[in-house]
């Protein structure tokens, strides 16, 4: 069941409409790595990063469950909404994107070198 996916999925959809009333929304496409155990350590790790340096996250009842890690290595994407800066910076390599979850929720660190 875990392992290597070669193609692989992510989607999320964004507040807003765009003029032509598309909805904002980012889809990742790549091969994805799951692997068991670790997702408590990855989610606090995040929290330090977007919440704040003093954080405690996920809460105490999720902490002792291993959850699963998702790591997707992008090779394209779509997107549509203001601003969008994603573009190709020629380090795919370089690129990941994590998914830790625990109990069905999910946090996503989108596009960063973890």
């Given amino acids: ?8 999925r992510f989607s999320c959809l964004g507040p807003g409409t765009n ?6 929304h980012l889809v990742l496409h790549g091969k ?9 350590a990855l989610l606090q790790r995040l929290a330090h990063l977007y919440l704040s340096p003093d ?9 002792d469950q291993r959850g699963w890690i998702t790591r997707i290595t992008p090779s394209g994407m779509a997107a ?24 069905g929720g999910g946090v996503g660190e989108a596009l960063g070198k973890a």
Avoid at 19 to 24: D, F, H, I, N, T
Avoid at 33 to 40: L, S, V
Avoid at 80 to 98: F, I, Q, T, V
Wanted: charged share 25%; proline share 11%; hydrophobic share 40%.
């Fill in 55 to 63: 954080a405690v996250f996920p809460p105490e009842v999720l902490r």
């Fill in 19 to 24: 003029a032509r009333g598309l909805r904002e």
């Fill in 80 to 103: 549509s909404g203001p601003g969008m800066l994603l573009k190709p910076d020629g380090d795919k390599e370089g690129a990941r994107m994590n998914i830790a979850v625990i109990g």
């Fill in 1 to 8: 069941m875990f392992g290597e996916i070669p193609v692989s």
């Fill in 32 to 40: 994805a790595r799951i692997t068991e155990g670790g997702a408590p």
